[in-house]
Nanobody, 118 residues
Framework: QVQLVESGGGLVQAGGSLKLSCAAS????????MAWYRQVPGKEREWVGT????????LYADSVKGRFTIFRDKAKNTVYLQMNSLKSEDTAIYYC???????????WGQGTQVTVSS
């Protein structure tokens, strides 16, 4: 059983930066691709990006490409989402989750709220 706990959200002005963390407990996630999603109340959850273990790098949604970076620290069993040049439209609850076959796998965590003020 893997439990994922997201943290690092908060209130930031447009143009600012935040770094979100996703800590795994119960089992290492080094054997999995790890993805970040975000959700605005009343809307579907949106894929943000995936860290792929195959080439040790990440793929991103067009909406965040060039501004967001996903990386991981194996020793800490943690995946990060570095968000720069934040925009008001980045306001959402952010979630991390394992990815298998390009789809979310396992239980969602509680997420972390990111609010970008314009």
């Amino acid at each position: 059983q893997v439990q994922l706990v997201e943290s690092g959200g908060g209130l930031v002005q447009a143009g600012g930066s935040l770094k979100l963390s996703c800590a795994a407990s119960g089992r290492t996630f080094s054997g999995y691709n790890m993805a970040w999603y975000r959700q605005v109340p009343g809307k579907e959850r949106e894929w943000v990006g995936t860290f792929t273990r195959t080439f040790d790098g990440a793929l991103y949604a067009d909406s965040v490409k060039g501004r967001f970076t996903i990386f991981r620290d194996k020793a800490k069993n943690t995946v990060y989402l570095q968000m720069n040049s934040l925009k008001s439209e980045d306001t959402a609850i952010y979630y991390c989750i394992r990815h298998v076959g390009g789809k979310p796998f396992g239980d969602w965590g509680q997420g972390t709220q990111v609010t970008v003020s314009s």
